[in-house]
């Protein structure tokens, strides 16, 4: 399974240290789901003009009446819909857990199995820290440091984390090919700077996570004082690998990032740690290319295997552990990883509960096969057949953009509308499934279901290394509210989850659909030519196809929305990272501006002032699109995606886009005296 860092998707959701996706269904007429309106006005807040502040005009109303819930760090569109999703997923799964009648091995099986093993609260209560007993004996049982590295072989084989990680992807120069590939991590909190920064937040977080792991180890039974020298002992530890890692914006520079290397080179690189039984013990042969994504940072890793004691390594395993098995615990593990992750990252008030936590950890566990039976009940045909034909309208929309572009030479633009055209499409759901067999569930045991399922994943993404790449796999379940551009692939997927409301309309006008879904398209297309797709080629590699003055131009066409991006407040004084976001923000303004071109060609004629419920179509377009990122959203969760998230908040999404756009103001009459008004000159126009 890829890292969710290799995608270049529509949105992400933060939970804990993990980036995951939102999950939507889409119903069909067997489904009682709420009939939103397209354009509603009493979502609208008049009161605000649409020059002064878009996103408040559009949203306030429902802004105001949609507080966020309890169990949430933020509420909008996505998350509104994610709760009728859950509720049909649940559905799903609690059907199969009572088909009397399911075939031993079947994916029907394996997920009634699963989801009713999460859901038996009361062997999992009675069970408590026995439940990884067995795993961690096997910690207590390192004498050496060959024996802590055949240790991290097996825990990255069953989805434990530490250290740093390792999986397969395709080679950036030579996009045929999966290699091997090795990433920093090792770190219990969601960024490096929160080990190494003096701001207040930090600082706080660093209190917070010192008091979340002595509870931790109170937990496994360490007395008082024990627990608070193996908390100093893991931070300690995660404080050194965060020194060496590289920052967020640091890893988004891909060239930075490919060192391709092999077993000898990676031996010289990071002596320390004992590469060939790490791979032996993983079970990989095929070694002849490995992409160290930071190898400063491996350096300093491998040496911190021999000068930290073994005793300190057994601390920090066992954090690993419990840490990633929380959720398959007892209550009184996960009431004490959600009170950090949830509370103190992210200020959310309460946990969800069981049933909507259990649906997600079998939807993650089982994806494709819990996706074979969601699409089966919930994916109308008709919904993929209008978005192919919207696809193609975005892409010869798109194509005449680049065409008429004053910036690009003829030659860069040629080749620009060659990578275009050969981008490839997936909608809805694979042709070709995952084979779930060899994945071992069963009703006895929650925790040994997600090892099973994780040790299945793992197997999997090892084998494809050394193999050529297949076209046909999906990086997202079918399931997924998201969608995403791959480079190295050159592709653009868009699961089935995300074709519904608010974001894609079966029945709705042109002006609605362009607006959202549409921009999703021209969002996801526009990554293959952001500052990083731009220097993948048409057949997903990485290189510089772009003329010198062409690069240039294009910098300098992005830093002024780099600089319009770093100048938005959000939270008092806390702004934007226009750096960090510029790739999201680049595919947003290329979404909104594709999109537009291609829905006036859908009008064929027709005047975008005409109205429908009281909106000329043009002010139709813009209204969806500004919904699509309508939330409210906890303090503590939105500092903590200014600092982790490479998409900007959703205020941000709508304000930061629609007042560089020509057609905005024409739509809403927008003056030179309205306060978000911004001179012809003073606008980013990319692409």
């Known amino acids: 399974m890829k890292h969710s860092f290799i995608y270049k998707s529509l949105c992400t959701i933060l939970t804990g240290t ?44 429902w802004l105001k009446s949609n507080p966020i819930p309890a169990d949430k760090s933020r509420f909008g569109a996505f998350e509104e819909v994610d709760e009728a999703n859950t509720t049909q997923l649940r559905g799903i799964m609690e059907d199969a857990a009572t088909d009397k009648t399911a075939t031993p091995g079947s994916i029907k099986q394996k997920i009634g199995d699963f989801y009713t093993s ?99 180890f109170k937990l496994l039974g360490y007395s008082e004082a024990d627990a608070v020298k193996n908390a100093a002992t893991v931070v300690k530890i995660e404080t050194e690998l965060a020194k060496a890692s590289s920052t967020r914006l640091a890893l988004r520079d891909p060239v930075a990032n490919y060192n391709k290397t092999d077993l000898a080179g990676l031996k010289k690189l990071a002596p320390d740690f004992d590469w060939s039984l790490y ?75 069981r049933w909507k936590r259990v649906v997600d950890e079998t939807s993650g566990s089982l994806g494709e096969a819990v996706g074979q039976l969601y699409v089966e009940k919930y994916f109308p045909a008709t919904a993929k057949t209008r978005m192919v034909s919207l696809v193609s309208n975005l892409k010869a929309a798109l194509s005449e953009r680049i065409q008429n572009l004053t910036w690009m030479s003829a030659e860069t633009k040629k080749a620009a509308v060659i990578k275009l055209e050969k981008i490839n499409v997936k909608v809805g759901y694979p042709d070709k499934w995952i084979d779930y067999t060899p994945v071992a569930i069963s009703k006895d045991s929650y925790f040994v279901n997600v090892m099973n399922a994780n040790h299945f994943a793992f197997k999997r993404d090892l084998n494809k290394i050394g193999k050529p790449i297949d076209r046909t796999e999906w990086g997202m379940t079918p399931q997924t509210v998201n969608a995403y551009y791959n480079p190295n692939m050159n592709e653009i997927v868009f699961p089935a989850g995300i074709l519904q409301p608010p974001f894609f309309y079966a029945t709705g006008d042109d002006a609605v659909n362009y607006g959202a879904i549409g921009v999703v398209i021209g969002h996801e297309m526009t990554h293959g030519f952001d500052d990083q797709g731009r220097m993948y080629d048409l057949d997903g590699n990485l290189k510089d196809w772009w003329t010198k003055v062409d690069a240039d131009n294009f910098k300098k066409q992005t830093q002024v929305l780099i600089d319009q991006y770093s100048s938005i407040k959000v939270l008092n004084d806390l702004t934007v990272d226009g750096k960090l976001t510029i790739g999201e ?61 490479v998409h900007s908040p959703g205020v941000a999404r709508v304000n930061g886009i629609v007042y560089n756009i020509p057609a905005f103001y024409t739509a809403f009459d927008i003056k030179a005296t309205d306060k978000n008004f911004k001179a012809v000159e003073k606008r980013a126009s990319i692409w």
């Open 18 to 61: 993990l980036i995951v996706t939102m999950m939507i269904g889409c119903g069909n007429k067997k489904t009682k789901q709420k009939v939103e309106l397209p354009i509603n006005s009493a979502n609208l807040d008049t009161l605000v003009k649409p020059g002064d502040n878009f996103y408040q005009y559009a949203n306030g109303g």
């Open 118 to 216: 999460g859901m038996d609260t009361a062997k999992i209560e009675k069970d408590g820290v026995t439940a990884i007993k067995a795993e961690l004996d096997k910690i207590d049982a390192l004498k050496t440091i060959a024996d802590l590295q055949k240790q991290v072989a097996y825990n990255h084989s069953v989805g434990m984390p530490g250290l740093f990680y390792f999986y397969a992807s395709q080679d950036e120069k030579n996009s045929t090919s999966m290699i091997a590939q090795l990433h920093q991590g090792g770190l219990g909190l969601p960024d490096r700077d929160y080990y190494v920064s003096d701001d207040a937040r930090s600082k706080e977080i660093r209190t917070e996570y010192q008091k979340h792991l002595v509870n931790t």
């Open 279 to 353: 791979f032996t013990d993983l079970g990989l042969t095929q070694t002849k290319d490995i992409n160290v994504g930071q190898p400063k940072f491996l350096t300093a890793m491998a040496k911190l295997t021999k000068s930290v004691p073994i005793e300190d390594w057994k601390i920090y395993l066992k954090w690993n552990l419990v840490r990633t098995a929380s959720s398959s615990l007892s209550s009184a593990f996960e009431k004490e990883h959600f009170a950090f992750y949830g509370t103190v990252l992210s200020g959310i008030k309460e946990m969800k509960p």
């Open 585 to 645: 923000n680049i595919a947003d303004l290329g979404g909104v501006n594709v999109s537009y071109t291609a829905f006036l060609k859908a009008l064929a004629g027709k005047d975008v002032n005409e109205k429908i419920d009281g909106f000329t179509l043009s002010q139709r377009f813009f209204l969806s699109y500004a919904q699509v990122w309508r939330n409210n959203i906890r303090d503590k969760e939105l500092m903590r995606r200014l600092k982790e998230d």
